[in-house]
């Protein structure tokens, strides 16, 4: 269960530091910067960590689809970025990824 909590702070991180990478400006802005670097490590240690006893194809499939879900989610908040109905479809794909995974493959670590 400890590395579920470690995937799920890397995939936390991993969109704040994705969310503050558009916030800097091209790295014009220091804090958002900093939150950048600080936050991409914090994710990499993290993913770092489950990668233990988590499959690292297992551990990825879910940290950067889950993280794409996550910041399309920033996106429509924060910067009013609508997805289209492509998109929409790209991401409802996505998910039913994640689940499957999670749900049917005997490669995953529960």
């Known amino acids: 269960m400890k590395n579920w909590i470690f995937l799920l702070i890397a995939i936390v991180s991993e969109t704040i530091a994705t969310s503050a990478l558009k916030s800097s400006e091209g790295f014009s ?12 490590a914090v994710a990499f240690y993290f ?5 233990k006893t988590i499959p ?7 940290w950067s689809g889950v993280g794409i879900v996550l910041i399309t ?8 970025q609508i997805p289209d109905l492509p998109g929409i479809i790209g991401i409802l794909l996505i998910i039913s990824g994640v ?3 999670n749900v049917f493959s005997k490669i995953s670590a529960h």
Do not use: C, E, N, Q
């Not at 690292?56 to 879910?62: E, K, L, Q, R, S």
């Open 99 to 101: 689940i499957v995974i």
């Open 56 to 62: 690292v194809g297992i551990a990825y499939a879910i």
């Open 73 to 80: 989610m920033v996106g429509i908040i924060i910067y009013k």
């Open 29 to 40: 802005k220091v804090l958002p910067g900093i939150v950048v670097v600080a936050g991409y």
């Open 47 to 51: 993913l770092s960590l489950t990668l």
